[in-house]
């Protein structure tokens, strides 16, 4: 089978991402009037996004719920059901396997958040830092999570994802002493690609770095958006 001429590619990609885009504006649009903070939370695999959201959510002091992106099963959920609050799960092996969530998939998954009921929604992405960097599901601040067990090269091999967040957790650092990883080298990439991205290195276990990953998240409620 022939392809089709480049222009007709490159139509048929705009035209998905941009019915993505009205799909996040509307979902972005119902949390703002609900007064919900909506923070989209990326990393890879392993990261320790769920352990930041275990570690988070009994410290918030606000209301909160998840929305929890996998591509099978629900452990991830169950970890987070676990801390007390409403967790929505997204299975996209349902959706055909995607790596990521996209707009859609979010704007379903409202559907069943209390939204009445919560200040703060947290949704937990596919673990990739490719795929859903390209794609705005409504959020009003972007996390990208990254441990140090990763190395120090990770927002100049993943420039999109960086480059697109507000903040940048560096978690895991209590294994710091194990490893062989330059945290002054991580932040020159950081800088490198986001020069004005605030970043937090933190340990859930021990509880560093964690007051000032809070003091953020509520400076983002405070200044989000108002009806």
């Given amino acids: 089978m022939t392809p089709p001429p480049p222009s007709e590619r490159i139509r048929l990609v705009t035209s998905v991402l941009e019915a993505n885009d009205r ?21 890879g ?24 992106g996998d591509l099978e099963t629900s452990r991830d959920a169950e970890r ?4 007390g609050v409403p967790v929505v799960q997204i299975t996209t092996n349902s959706f055909g396997g995607a ?9 379903q998954a409202l559907d069943q958040v209390p939204l009445t009921a919560i200040d703060v929604l947290f949704v937990e ?9 390209e794609f705005d599901i409504g959020q009003h601040a972007r996390v990208v ?20 967040a507000d ?18 080298r991580l932040r020159e990439s950081l800088h490198a690609v986001h020069p004005s991205l ?22 983002q409620r405070r200044h989000r958006p108002t009806p």
């Avoid at 769920?50 to 929305?67: D, F, K, N, S």
């Avoid at 987070?80 to 801390?83: G, T």
């Avoid at 999570?145 to 697109?164: H, I, M, N, Q, T």
């Fill in 23 to 43: 799909i996040a504006a509307r979902t972005r649009e119902a949390c703002t009037a609900a007064g919900v903070l909506l923070v989209d939370v990326l990393g």
């Fill in 145 to 164: 999570v990254l441990s140090v067990a990763e190395g120090e090269d990770k927002p100049l091999k993943y420039p999109l994802a960086f480059r697109r």
């Fill in 198 to 219: 605030p970043c937090f290195e933190l340990s859930v276990r021990s509880g560093a770095g964690l007051e000032a990953w809070l003091l953020w998240i509520a400076a």
């Fill in 99 to 107: 790596c990521h969530l996209d707009a859609g998939m979010v704007a």
């Fill in 45 to 68: 695999p392993g990261a320790g996004k769920t352990a930041l959201l275990e570690a988070t959510l009994p410290r918030l002091g606000a209301r909160a719920a998840v929305i929890a």
């Fill in 167 to 184: 903040a940048a957790v560096v978690a895991k650092i209590d294994l710091l002493p194990h490893l062989e990883f330059d945290l002054a």
């Fill in 125 to 133: 992405n596919v673990g990739n830092l490719v795929c859903p960097a």
């Fill in 80 to 83: 987070l059901a676990a801390c």
